[in-house]
């Protein structure tokens, strides 16, 4: 199940069009990138619950997408994490089987077939994906003992006992269906903050799995910024999603193993006009249909999105423009995110 209900409140304005699973990460939505980690893991059954601009995703992403079979959810009102799970039980208890659940917004590169490996359907819960991070100020550290369960829960559990080796929860949840049993209807309901502090709390398994790889929470623009730059340019080293193979052609030299060097590469897609006056500076994307005009200027480190058109002498450096969006003539945009109806800028 992916979770595509929330207004998106921290990434506005952006999300007063877009609900927060279709902001664009290199030309493709966010929710794209994790029905392809689903994909990768062998799931064929997705749910997707939904509320805010609920059409525009249901547009998208349809019925079927990329041979996994789409069912939603419909709240009418907001039910937290634990009550849209309630809501959509009927879709997700049927097999007895456990169930992956995680947040529409939320970018990561983890291995989930060692998740289902390390789950016990019978015994657990839950098993979380936990990450190691420098710096756990600012988080919410989960506490996992020397066997792996997991102890404590942010400040939701008063843990009294030996200490605990502290993990970053990345929001990425393996239940077992008797989670079921401990969540109300028709109620909104944190699994998070209510439901396991609850569990651990009564020595109910819950436990952890931790991963290495990419992760990234799209919560703000800068973030969503930042999600772009770190993979146009190669930053994170990705083994599980390849968000560059959909790509026509691309133009730049190649390290001596036969690879890409990102940082020095342009990738263009199917059916795009580029003006041989236009300038396109690597790294850069150049998504399907688009235009790019005579004068115009894009990159370095720019993605420009599917249909979208960049008008004569505009200027797009270190941005990011959504599909189906006009750059303006002789419009200059530098660290900045680009939809149709809005312009955001980002203070790196």
């Known amino acids: 199940m992916i979770l595509a209900a929330g207004y998106g409140t921290r ?60 069912s939603y959810s419909f709240e009418e009102t907001l039910l937290g994490t634990g009550g849209g799970v309630k809501k959509a039980e009927k879709y997700l208890r049927s097999n007895g089987n456990p169930f992956l659940l995680f947040h529409g917004d939320t970018l990561f590169d983890f291995d989930l077939k060692k998740l289902f490996k390390s789950h016990n359907n019978d015994l657990d819960y839950a098993t979380l994906v936990l990450k190691k991070v420098e710096n756990m100020r600012g988080y919410g550290a989960v506490g996992i003992d020397e066997n ?53 709390k009564n020595n109910k398994r819950i436990m952890a799995s931790e991963h290495e790889g990419y992760f990234s929470d799209i919560g703000t623009p800068l973030r969503l910024w930042q999600a772009n730059m770190d993979l146009l340019c190669g930053k994170p080293i990705l083994k599980n999603i390849d968000p560059f193979h959909r790509f026509e052609k691309s133009l730049g030299p190649k390290d001596k193993n036969g690879m890409l060097i990102n940082e020095k590469t342009i990738w263009i897609g ?79």
């Open 11 to 70: 990434l506005r304005p952006i999300t007063h069009d877009y609900p927060k699973p279709m902001a664009e990460v290199l030309g493709s939505p966010l929710l794209y990138f994790g029905l392809l980690n689903m994909k990768k893991a062998g799931i064929k059954n997705v749910v997707i619950n939904l509320h805010h601009l609920s059409s525009s995703i249901v547009q998208s992403i349809g019925k079927e997408h990329d041979g996994l079979n789409i």
């Open 148 to 200: 792996g369960q997991i102890k404590s829960f942010a400040n939701w559990v008063d843990y009294k006992g030996p200490p605990l080796k502290e993990r970053f929860f990345c929001g990425i949840h393996l239940l077992s269906p008797k989670i079921f049993d401990v969540i109300p209807m028709h109620e909104e309901y944190c699994i998070t903050r209510q439901g396991y502090p609850n569990l651990i």
């Open 270 to 348: 199917k059916n795009t006009e580029i003006d041989k006056d236009a300038t396109i500076k690597a790294p850069a994307i150049i998504d399907d249909g688009a235009i790019i005009s005579k004068g115009a200027q894009v990159g370095p480190y720019s993605i420009v999105g599917k249909h979208s058109f960049v008008n004569k002498g505009a200027q797009v450096h270190f941005s990011v423009v959504f599909s189906d969006t006009h750059v303006g003539q002789n419009e200059v945009c530098n660290h900045r995110i680009i939809c149709k109806e809005h312009r955001v800028d980002v203070n790196v």
